[in-house]
Protein backbone atom coordinates (compact mmCIF):
# COMPACT_ATOMS: atom_id res chain seq x y z
CA UNK A 1 0.00 0.00 0.00
CA UNK A 2 1.37 3.43 -0.57
CA UNK A 3 -0.40 6.33 1.23
CA UNK A 4 0.23 9.91 0.32
CA UNK A 5 -0.77 12.96 3.24
CA UNK A 6 -2.03 16.28 2.74
CA UNK A 7 -3.69 18.98 3.52
CA UNK A 8 -1.26 20.43 6.16
CA UNK A 9 -0.89 23.73 6.58
CA UNK A 10 -0.67 27.15 8.90
CA UNK A 11 -3.33 27.61 10.78
CA UNK A 12 -4.18 30.01 13.71
CA UNK A 13 -5.80 28.86 16.51
CA UNK A 14 -8.95 27.74 16.95
CA UNK A 15 -9.17 27.18 13.30
CA UNK A 16 -9.70 24.10 10.99
CA UNK A 17 -7.84 21.77 8.53
CA UNK A 18 -8.46 18.84 6.71
CA UNK A 19 -6.23 16.16 6.52
CA UNK A 20 -6.43 13.79 3.30
CA UNK A 21 -4.71 10.40 3.19
CA UNK A 22 -4.60 8.98 -0.65
CA UNK A 23 -4.03 5.16 -1.19
CA UNK A 24 -3.28 3.01 -3.95
CA UNK A 25 -1.87 -0.57 -4.18
CA UNK A 26 -3.97 -3.19 -2.22
CA UNK A 27 -7.26 -3.01 -1.72
CA UNK A 28 -7.72 0.40 0.80
CA UNK A 29 -11.11 -0.75 2.56
CA UNK A 30 -9.45 -3.94 3.91
CA UNK A 31 -7.33 -2.19 6.87
CA UNK A 32 -7.46 -0.28 9.51
CA UNK A 33 -6.00 3.08 8.83
CA UNK A 34 -4.53 5.37 11.38
CA UNK A 35 -3.31 8.61 12.14
CA UNK A 36 -0.18 9.71 14.13
CA UNK A 37 1.50 12.97 14.80
CA UNK A 38 5.59 14.22 15.25
CA UNK A 39 6.67 17.34 17.32
CA UNK A 40 9.80 18.36 17.37
CA UNK A 41 11.89 16.57 19.68
CA UNK A 42 9.02 14.43 20.67
CA UNK A 43 8.48 10.89 19.71
CA UNK A 44 5.30 10.04 17.05
CA UNK A 45 2.16 9.72 18.57
CA UNK A 46 -1.24 8.23 18.13
CA UNK A 47 -3.56 10.47 17.20
CA UNK A 48 -6.69 8.60 16.00
CA UNK A 49 -7.98 5.53 13.89
CA UNK A 50 -10.58 4.02 12.05
CA UNK A 51 -11.64 0.51 11.09
CA UNK A 52 -12.25 -1.35 7.60
CA UNK A 53 -15.89 -0.11 7.44
CA UNK A 54 -15.52 2.90 9.31
CA UNK A 55 -17.91 1.58 11.50
CA UNK A 56 -15.20 2.17 14.73
CA UNK A 57 -13.07 5.09 16.00
CA UNK A 58 -11.01 5.42 18.32
CA UNK A 59 -8.55 9.21 19.39
CA UNK A 60 -6.46 10.03 21.37
CA UNK A 61 -7.43 11.85 24.91
CA UNK A 62 -5.93 14.79 23.37
CA UNK A 63 -7.66 15.22 20.26
CA UNK A 64 -11.16 13.66 21.37
CA UNK A 65 -13.81 15.90 20.34
CA UNK A 66 -12.08 17.89 17.98
CA UNK A 67 -10.63 16.03 15.38
CA UNK A 68 -13.18 13.54 13.35
CA UNK A 69 -11.77 10.76 11.05
CA UNK A 70 -13.74 9.53 8.80
CA UNK A 71 -12.90 7.18 4.86
CA UNK A 72 -14.46 6.78 1.88
CA UNK A 73 -13.04 3.27 0.54
CA UNK A 74 -14.76 3.93 -2.29
CA UNK A 75 -12.14 6.87 -3.17
CA UNK A 76 -9.70 5.10 -1.36
CA UNK A 77 -9.20 8.21 0.44
CA UNK A 78 -9.27 8.76 4.30
CA UNK A 79 -9.67 12.02 6.40
CA UNK A 80 -9.00 13.72 9.68
CA UNK A 81 -11.01 16.67 10.04
CA UNK A 82 -9.38 19.02 12.71
CA UNK A 83 -11.35 21.43 14.19
CA UNK A 84 -10.60 24.08 17.53
CA UNK A 85 -6.70 23.57 16.73
CA UNK A 86 -4.44 24.15 19.74
CA UNK A 87 -0.93 25.14 19.09
CA UNK A 88 0.64 21.90 20.94
CA UNK A 89 -1.12 21.03 17.63
CA UNK A 90 1.37 21.54 15.78
CA UNK A 91 3.00 18.46 14.34
CA UNK A 92 4.12 16.39 11.31
CA UNK A 93 1.03 14.36 10.66
CA UNK A 94 1.45 10.66 9.34
CA UNK A 95 -1.71 8.31 8.22
CA UNK A 96 -0.81 4.48 8.40
CA UNK A 97 -2.28 1.12 7.65
CA UNK A 98 -2.61 -2.16 10.30
CA UNK A 99 -2.83 -4.55 7.93
CA UNK A 100 -2.69 -7.34 10.36
CA UNK A 101 -5.07 -6.47 13.43
CA UNK A 102 -8.92 -6.94 13.48
CA UNK A 103 -8.91 -4.48 16.76
CA UNK A 104 -7.46 -0.62 16.55
CA UNK A 105 -4.34 -0.67 18.14
CA UNK A 106 -2.57 2.59 19.31
CA UNK A 107 1.15 1.56 18.88
CA UNK A 108 3.29 2.31 15.57
CA UNK A 109 4.13 -1.31 15.37
CA UNK A 110 1.15 -2.31 14.55
CA UNK A 111 1.22 -0.14 11.39
CA UNK A 112 2.98 -1.28 8.06
CA UNK A 113 2.55 1.40 5.86
CA UNK A 114 3.19 4.90 6.27
CA UNK A 115 2.89 7.71 4.36
CA UNK A 116 5.38 10.74 3.96
CA UNK A 117 3.70 13.18 6.22
CA UNK A 118 2.03 16.64 6.02
CA UNK A 119 2.97 19.37 8.51
CA UNK A 120 0.33 21.11 10.57
CA UNK A 121 1.26 24.24 11.97
CA UNK A 122 -0.98 25.95 14.48
CA UNK A 123 0.24 29.57 15.78
CA UNK A 124 -1.03 31.39 19.17
Known amino acids: VQLQASGGGLVQAGGSLRLSCAASGRPFGSYITGWFRQAPGKEREFVAA????????HYADSVKGRFTISRDNAKKLVYLQMNSLKPEDTAVYYC??????????????????WGQGTQVTVSS
Open 50 to 57: ITRSGGTT
Open 96 to 113: AVDVRSVYIMMILRSYDF
